[in-house]
């Protein structure tokens, strides 16, 4: 694990000059990898390539070192990720003959892609971002994992074409500081976060999962090319009971494949199913006992520490458990937020970043349970879909206008939590008779309508989601399999893994997800969908799977999700700064928000009138941003 960067300059560049520039890259993202690092440097007619690594050692610790280099030096690679069946692909090079140097799976790549140049990126299970230099070729490939777990943007710019595996180390080489783009900006304003391909930055871009990037250094010229092709989802004729059981052999194999390390590892025990359900498969494989760790919070309703305690002593784990409030907060938001190199607002990244600083103390791997939702079915957000069919064909559309104002009217909460109330109005406020509910649906800040109440009219952009629409081949989103393969592409690449990344990685901390599995994603696909969410019953294969190992009422137990009480922190001890970024001068200095509007957004929530928890949290963290990131480059 680690993280990689790489510069190529489109002029001739001393050795030294090139190297001191990728120092720099590396040195911003020391903390993705603080047990070494290593530079490469070669020069052609057209060009001087560099890349970079910083390595946080979990496999081979003692010969792993990068770049690592083909038998005739002519190939090099640096590589952030683990591949999990490196072993069994290590096992069919050497049948062939192929030896190795390294026990490490960063050299497997390299001998893999010697024998089937991009078709070996194919065989890969695991979660990756690297590059490769083939001086045979007069081309660099670039490769991201199959769900995006690694991160990895790229720009051409200034006569050099960057990468890198976070933002900073590509931001902090450009000439100018690079424009806002509105339309992303719109964006993260909807989601929280801005999916790939795109960043909050004009011109600089995301390598989209499941993808490589060529690029010939004979002419500069750039293709995007998919690594897997990814079957349309279609129901197999399979029992329910032998589907069952083959869920439950995936996901042990799964656990099994990402929990080989030659480091200490560990689960996150939230307390929900995926996390109770791996730490159970995990148990039995280990001689120790396993380290499982979970995080609460002082506010009993956030507090989920009881359910995660009762699965600890099933498996009679070593369990640790923190505790957090305001004050630690205070200590880290800065931090956290900052690192993230671009807005992004989802508020489970904070506990995300607690749990991880503490559960790294003890280890340095940790098993999550990330993509369960996705691949099972298990979001809260899949009925509101379903409710938008049943609504739609009860109430004519002439009646809705009415009917919303008035039980969003009923519907006030003015404590921060998403219960009924807030679900109540988010099927609402998401309806939709001509088919594009589930857009505003995973618009966790604002909805369209209420974007349009506080962003400036001039950067309103209303077609935000129309290339993802088309991307995904969905005009249409009606059914649970539409809603999971948004949830990928968008939801899960953009939000969801950038938050496990940043904030475990700022603490030197590797996460696996065992439900993150190409394998397991396509044999879901394949399921009716009644085996996934039967009627309101979420996940019901995966609890089926596993039930007979857990009291029966722990799995009918909901789970509130991995939130945080930011909506009492913006009132109390984020207050001061919040009414700060609403001061009207500054307002007026960005032009990018309706001054009134969003001050009376704000105030409204910290007078306690209504609960605006969510989309003045995304305005709080586009603002910390906006001031300490941008502003200050």
């Known amino acids: 694990m680690c993280g990689i960067n790489g510069i190529i300059a489109k002029r001739a560049l001393s050795g030294n000059d090139m190297t001191g520039l990728l120092t720099t890259m590396n040195d911003l993202i020391i903390h993705r990898g603080p047990d070494d690092d290593g530079t490469y440097v070669s020069a052609t007619n057209n060009c001087t390539i560099g890349m970079a690594m910083r390595r946080l050692s979990i496999i081979d610790l003692t010969s792993g070192k990068q770049p690592i280099y083909s038998e005739d030096g002519q190939i090099a690679i640096v590589f952030n990720g683990e591949i999990y069946n490196y072993r069994e692909l290590k096992s069919e090079l050497l049948a062939k003959g192929i030896s190795f140097k390294t026990t490490s799976d960063t050299e497997v790549i390299l001998k893999l892609y010697e024998q089937h140049g991009t078709e070996s990126f194919k065989k890969l299970d695991g979660m990756f971002a690297f590059s490769i230099h083939d001086k045979n070729k007069d081309r660099i490939y670039i490769a991201r994992d199959f769900f995006g777990e690694k991160p990895l ?21 450009l000439n100018t500081k690079p424009a806002i783009s509105p339309k992303w900006l719109n964006l993260f304003f909807r989601l929280t976060y801005v999916p790939a391909p795109h960043t909050i930055y004009e011109g600089i871009f995301k390598l989209e999962a499941n993808h490589y990037l060529e690029y010939d250094t004979s002419n500069h010229a750039t293709s995007i090319l998919k690594i897997n092709h990814e079957p349309t989802p279609k129901p197999t004729n399979i029992s329910f ?48 006992k396993v380290e499982t760790f979970s995080i609460g919070f002082q506010k009993t309703r956030f507090d989920e520490t009881d359910k995660s305690q009762l699965v600890a002593k099933l498996i009679n784990s070593n369990h640790h458990e923190f505790i957090i409030g305001e004050d630690d907060l205070k200590n880290n938001i800065h931090e956290i937020l900052v690192n993230f190199d671009e807005p992004f607002s989802d508020t489970a990244s904070l506990p995300t970043y607690l749990v991880s600083k503490k559960t790294r103390e003890y280890v340095t791997v940790a098993l999550t349970g990330d993509g369960g939702d996705e691949v099972f079915g298990g ?45 109540a109005k988010k099927l609402l406020n998401s309806i939709d008779y001509d088919g594009q509910f589930y857009w505003d649906i995973i618009s966790l800040a604002n909805t369209q309508n209420q974007l349009a109440e506080i962003l400036h009219p001039k950067l309103l952009d209303t077609d935000i989601f129309g290339e993802y629409r088309k991307k995904i081949g969905l005009d249409k989103a009606t059914s649970l399999t539409h809603f999971r393969l948004i949830d990928k592409i968008v939801s899960l690449e953009g939000g969801m893994l950038p938050k496990v990344d940043r904030t475990s990685m700022l603490n030197s901390l590797e996460c696996r997800a065992p439900f993150l599995n190409r394998d397991l994603w396509e044999f879901t696909n394949s399921l009716p969908e009644n085996f996934l969410m039967k009627g309101w019953n979420k996940k019901y294969i995966l609890k089926e ?18 939130g945080s009480p930011v909506g009492d922190w913006l009132r109390q001890s984020l207050r001061k700064e919040l009414e700060s970024y609403i001061e009207p001068q500054r307002l007026e200095g960005q032009d990018i928000f309706i001054k009134e509007e969003i001050i009376k957004l704000v105030q409204n929530h910290l007078s306690g009138k209504k609960d605006n928890t969510f989309r003045v949290w995304a305005f ?14």
Not at 155 to 171: G, H, N, R, Y
Not at 258 to 282: A, E, H, M, N, Y
Not at 384 to 399: A, D, E, H
Not at 623 to 628: M, T
């Open 153 to 173: 943007y790229y720009t051409s710019q200034d006569q050099q074409f960057m990468w890198a595996s976070e933002l900073k180390s590509i931001v902090a080489l």
């Open 241 to 288: 009971a032998e589907a069952k059981q083959k869920v439950k052999e995936k996901v042990y194999h799964s656990v099994d494949s990402r929990s080989v390390s030659d480091v200490p590892l560990g689960t996150f025990l939230s307390g929900g199913v995926d996390s109770s359900f791996f730490s159970f498969c995990l148990a039995p494989t280990t001689e120790k």
């Open 379 to 423: 979001y809260n957000k899949y009925y509101i879909g379903k409710m938008n069919s049943r609504y739609t064909s009860v109430i004519p559309k002439s009646l809705h206008e009415p009917v919303r104002k008035l039980a969003t009217s009923l519907l006030v909460n003015r404590d921060d939590n998403r219960g009924k109330r807030f679900k």
């Open 545 to 562: 799977a596993f039930k007979d190992q857990f009291p029966e009422q722990f799995l009918e137990k909901s789970k509130s999700g991995f």
């Open 620 to 633: 709080y963290c586009f603002q910390k941003w906006y001031w300490n990131v941008y502003m200050n480059q």
